[in-house]
Structure formats: C-alpha cells, structure tokens
C-alpha cells in the first residue's frame, strides 16, 4: 500500500463539521484587518449577504517584500471579536507560527486557517499542530504554494496526528511557470487527486487568490461549485480600491451577494441534469482538459513571440527554418501514432499553429507579402 493511500485511510473520517449543514460555505471578508471600521462596516454589509457564515480577515500577513503592509497583528484580533459580537458571524484568520495559534484561540477565534506559504515548511505546519494538541477548533489547509500534493496531505496528516479532527482543505491555485490568466493556477485536476486520495475532507475553493482579478471570480466559483466543492471564500472590502493589500481581487460585500445569487442559479441547473451520470463528470473532465490545452496555447504564444524576437536579432529576419520544421513535424506525428491519434488531426494543427506564427512575425516585421 502506498504511503499516500495509507495516509488517507487514517484521515478518513475526519471530515469537517463546517460543511455539513448549508453548502457552499461561504467565507468573506479582507484579505487584511486594516482598521475597527473597516472590518466593522465590511462585516455589516456581509451580514447581509445570504450565504455568508464565515468573516474572515488577515491579521498577520505573509509578504514577499519586506517594506509592504505586514497586517496589523494582534490588535486586529480584537476587531475580528467586535466582529463577532456585533453579526453573529464566525470569525476566522490565518496562523502561521505556534504563538500566533495561542493569541488567535485566546481571543475567541473560530476557525483557524493555514496559509499556502506555510503549508510548504513542514516544520512550522508540525509547530502549529503541536499547540493545536488538545483543542477543538476548525482548522482549514490551504495548498502548499507549489502543486506538491504530499506536502498538502502531510500537513493534514499532522494536525490529524495532533487530534484536529474538524479538518479541511483549502484550494488557492499553485505558482506555476505560467499562471496566466491567473494568479495563481487552479490546475483543478491536481486538487481532486487530494479528494480522491481524502474523499471526506472538505474542500474548499479559495476564489480569491486563484482569480488574482475580479473579473475571473465568477468563473473560478462557477468551477468549484461545479466539481462539487463544499465552500467558497471570496476576499471583501467595503471600499476595495482603498485595501491595503490584494486590492486587484477584493469586491465590495453587494457585489458578493451578486456574484453568489450567479452562481446559485446556475448551479441550481447543473446539479439537477448532473444526478452523478456519467456523461455529465466526462463533460467536466473534457473542460478541465481544454483549460489546460488553453494555459499551454498561453504558454506557447508567449515563448514563439520570444523566439521571433530572436531569431529577428541574430539573422535579421524571423523567417522560420523549412528543414526544421519539417524535422519536428515529422517527429510530432510519430509521437501521435505511437500515443493513438489521427495523425492527419496532429498536422492541422501543428501547421496551423506554425501558419499563425509565421503570419503574426513575419507580418509585423514588414515582410509579410
Ligand atoms: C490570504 O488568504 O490572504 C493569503 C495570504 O493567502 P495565501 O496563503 O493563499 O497566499
Ligand atoms: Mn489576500
């Protein structure tokens, strides 16, 4: 038995309390604590978007740079409180080190959030579990920042080893080489191997920082819903634009309630063809598939524009080399015989693929005829 399969039996069963009365779960709030009216006036307009039961709010904030808004630490604690009191919402916030854990139960935090930047330090994810022995309290683990499953799987298993057993997982995209047009890349298909692998664990998509933009919110929630994931959470600001961080990615708590009566009704209509057929998980299979083709076609442009730029240079001309690529064309069609597919299907399009670049280099050196 592989050491992943074993693993997961011993999760098994540990599913998360949160997502078992009103799916989606819906979390939201800033991606920062900024100030008492922020969260305060946010966590108002929130209160009144049906679905949201979760506020959440960063307090300490892992940044790249040092010199940008590090969170407001424990002080904003104290708001997330207020927070509460006034809405009735659970609050939640990401913890990152043992000592953060401490101060984050002390004041009445509800569920705790581990961040992608430190899903990937074993060390720090062994330090929260240590302080986390004991307690009962929701704790949610974000994907490591690279698309490396054991390292999401090894930090559920060491909360679960800790006795965290109202566990679940949060789906935020991987840095990949290309994560265009995303922030971080969903690559969706590598998130369900952990469902496969944990079939229990509640997964939940973290919108936000997949999107990276607003305008891909809709899409990616849209996806997760539809691959069956139990919650979403949303970054909200009640004045965006003015947020201290990810400033790009927030929305304003109307335009979540916009967003979610969206999603709802078309949700409403997958699930009712959906009924578990087969025909229907080949269909999202195809799609995820063709988002992938799509990131490749993304990654390709990118490099061939690279390579006119150049082979402009060193020969004073972005003329492809006939010989060539007579060479790799041959050598695609053997790997699509060897791999089962139409050769003839291969060649379109390749050669279209080959016309197109042809066409947008030599065109915009002038040299098109
Ligand atoms: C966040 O949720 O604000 C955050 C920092 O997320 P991540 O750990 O996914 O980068
Ligand atoms: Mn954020």
Not at 341 to 357: K, L, N
């Amino acid at each position: 038995m592989s050491t992943a399969a074993h693993s997961s039996m011993k999760l098994a069963g540990h599913e998360s309390q949160l997502a078992k009365k009103n799916r989606p779960v819906v979390i939201a709030g800033p991606c920062s604590a900024e100030s008492e009216e922020q969260m305060l006036e946010t966590a108002r307009g929130l209160k009144k978007v049906k679905g949201v039961t979760v506020f959440r709010a960063g307090i300490w904030k892992p940044r790249t740079r040092p010199g940008s808004f590090q969170g407001v630490g424990v002080i904003g604690l104290e708001w997330l409180k207020s927070v509460k009191q006034e809405t009735g919402l659970r609050t939640s916030c990401e913890v990152a080190t043992a000592g953060q854990v401490e101060l984050a139960l002390q004041q009445g935090v509800d569920i705790l959030l581990i961040g992608a930047h430190t899903t990937v330090n074993p060390f720090l994810v062994q330090e929260i579990a240590d302080a986390l022995k004991g307690v009962q309290v929701p704790v949610l683990v974000k994907n490591p920042v690279n698309p490396d499953l054991q390292l999401w799987l090894g930090a559920l298993e060491r909360l679960h080893h800790s006795g965290v057993t109202d566990l679940g997982a949060m789906h935020r995209g991987f840095s990949t080489l290309d994560n265009a047009p995303y922030r971080n890349h969903p690559k969706w298909e590598h998130a369900l191997e952990l469902r496969k692998l944990v079939p229990e664990l509640a997964m939940y998509c973290d919108a936000s920082h997949i999107a990276g933009r607003r305008s891909l919110l809709r899409p990616v929630s849209q996806r997760a819903l539809d691959l069956g994931y139990d919650g979403l959470m949303v970054e909200t600001h009640f004045n965006p634009v003015a947020a201290l961080s990810d400033a790009q990615q927030q929305i304003m708590p109307q335009e979540l309630h916009m967003l979610l009566q969206a999603l709802k009704q078309q949700n409403a209509q997958v699930e009712k063809g959906k009924q578990g057929t087969q025909l229907e998980k080949l269909r999202k299979e195809i799609e995820l598939l063709d988002d992938e083709l799509l990131a490749l076609m993304s990654r390709r442009t990118k490099v061939s524009a690279q390579l006119g730029d150049c082979s402009k240079q060193a020969t004073q001309t972005a003329s492809p080399d006939p010989v060539r690529w007579d060479l790799v064309l041959e050598n695609l069609l053997q790997q699509a015989s060897t791999a089962g597919i139409d050769q003839r299907f291969v060649e379109t399009i390749f050669q279209e693929v080959r016309s197109q670049y042809a066409r947008t280099h030599l065109y915009n050196y002038g040299m098109s005829s």
